[in-house]
């Protein structure tokens, strides 16, 4: 199940809803957080009916674990490392056995490749699992003493299939103690529809435009068709990532949890290591945290470091090369940057730094599109001229018959709610009218994202699949 999705928007949400307030009526959260866990599963098990009990065996499992670092007085390291290696091995065996077997097979081993299919969601869920053990580790958080509250933190279906992975130390408090304001629920619908509005009516029509042209026959593409295809997959992995983030901190926000935000407008980038710092923060943090720093992060070693964290980013993204080679090919800028770029920033000018930033952002997603070696290698030098034609009439056609959805996509890129927000702070008037267009903006984004949804094929966020 996902959340762009009529079925969840008209039937899934509400009958959840409905639950909840019903159990808001006992005091306290327990009800609430039971009937949150019970919806959770259900929404899980809807698309993945067998591997929803890998989720509670890993929920279980890291219960336990937990449960030994807090009450341990020796051995807590132990426990903590019996823990990561069980994670890590749940991860691997999923995601990573049937890349290692088909290695080792071209290397001429004999090795039968397992056919596993990939539980969805299931990177997002191991590393706040690690984050919890960590977080008990280091005396950060209390260990969770009820299994069911911490099954809770790691099947909360806002967050559970494509993040953002949301630490563990970031709503402990909430998990027993949150309260909900009419503001929250107001700010919470309206996250949640601009990111509905996000995925469905530019995401989703934006990869007509990115298939259209990566999708096929490569070596009758122009130059200009490979630029169009790769500015449309550039933007439409901005708005169908960033929209499921917008849609799951949306819910939480209606649920009392506060979840930190996952994306702070990219593409207004001076530098890849600025893009990084605001595309999928929470997977950034991640790997700062609990593995470059410790390390040994800017202090020793720092190259490597970088080049590790960035190797280990390529995987996590999927068990393929080209993940590899992309985790690598930025790794190895934002490595460059601190002896180059960022050093002389205050002197080169701003467009230039954003010019230089976005196009080397632009070649990167065309190394993440490709799981094919042969098609990358084949679509690269189409992208760089070595084409038949420069341009024909599908190129002109896709610019000019959606002509809106690119103005709409690029001034989207840009952080319009910010502006706009300062506007009605400086007046009364101006708070009004900012309260009001909200209102319409909501309405106008559910009719049309509604209409678009009528009669629609199957419609996943990209980043379910890792």
């Known amino acids: 199940m996902v959340f762009a999705d009529l079925f969840f928007l008209f039937a899934f949400l509400p009958a959840f809803a409905i639950c909840y307030l019903l159990a808001g009526l006992a005091k306290g959260n327990g009800v609430k957080n039971g009937v949150l866990v019970a919806f959770s599963l259900l929404f899980y098990a809807w698309g993945e009916p067998l591997y929803v009990f890998l989720l509670i065996i890993c929920a279980l499992l890291n219960w336990l674990f937990g449960r030994g670092i807090d009450r341990a007085r020796r051995g807590r390291t132990a426990f903590l490392a019996a823990g990561l290696a069980c994670n890590l091995v749940i991860l691997g065996t999923f995601k990573y056995l049937g890349f290692f077997a088909d290695l080792l097979g071209r290397c001429g081993m004999s090795v039968s490749v397992p056919e596993i299919a990939l539980p969805i969601g299931i990177s997002f869920y191991t590393f706040q699992s690690i984050s919890y053990l960590v977080d008990v580790y280091r005396r950060e958080s209390p260990a969770q003493r009820r299994f069911g509250d911490l099954l809770l933190y790691i099947s909360m279906f806002p967050q ?13 408090k909430e998990i027993h103690d949150r309260h909900v304001t009419w503001n929250d629920v107001a700010d919470g619908g309206f996250r949640f529809l601009v990111g509905l509005g996000k995925k469905v009516i530019l995401a989703n029509q934006l990869s007509e435009v990115s298939d259209q ?30 929209g499921y983030s917008d849609m799951a901190i949306g819910i939480g926000r209606c649920l009392g949890f506060h979840f930190r935000e ?24 991640f790997f700062r945290d609990y593995l470059y720093i410790p390390m040994g992060g800017n202090r020793r070693h720092q190259f490597f470091n970088i080049l590790v964290v960035w190797f280990l980013t390529g995987m996590w993204h999927g068990a393929s090369w080209n993940f590899i080679l992309w985790g690598l090919y930025f790794g190895l800028i934002v490595a460059l940057e601190k002896y180059t770029v960022l050093r002389i ?16 952002v632009v070649l990167g997603w065309g190394i993440f599109y490709f799981v094919d070696f042969g098609q990358m290698t084949t679509f690269f030098p ?14 002109r ?54 209409a678009l949804l009528v009669g629609a094929t199957n419609n996943p966020f990209i980043y379910t699949r890792f």
Request: aromatic content about 14%; overall charge positive; hydrophobic content about 55%.
């Open 160 to 172: 559970l299939i494509a993040g953002p992975i949301v630490r563990y130390g970031t709503i402990a």
């Open 397 to 450: 056609s896709a610019l000019t018959s959606r002509f809106w959805l690119w103005i709409a996509a690029l001034l989207c890129c840009l952080p319009l709610g910010r502006w706009l927000g300062r506007i009605g702070e400086k007046s009364l008037l101006g708070r009004d009218v900012l309260a009001v267009s909200k209102i319409v903006v909501a309405v106008a984004i559910l009719t049309v994202s509604v």
């Open 382 to 395: 189409v992208l760089f001229g070595k084409a038949e034609a420069f341009t024909d009439f599908t190129v």
């Open 345 to 360: 920033a205050g002197k080169v000018p701003g467009f230039l730094l954003h010019i230089y930033s976005l196009a080397l």
């Open 262 to 285: 996952n994306f702070d407008h990219p593409y207004c980038c001076n530098s890849i290591t600025d893009f990084w710092r605001r595309w999928h923060i929470s997977l950034g943090s």
């Open 213 to 242: 042209f990566l999708a096929g026959n490569l070596l009758e593409l122009s130059m200009a068709g490979a630029w169009v295809g790769l500015l449309a997959f550039t933007l439409q992995i901005y708005f169908d990532f960033s």
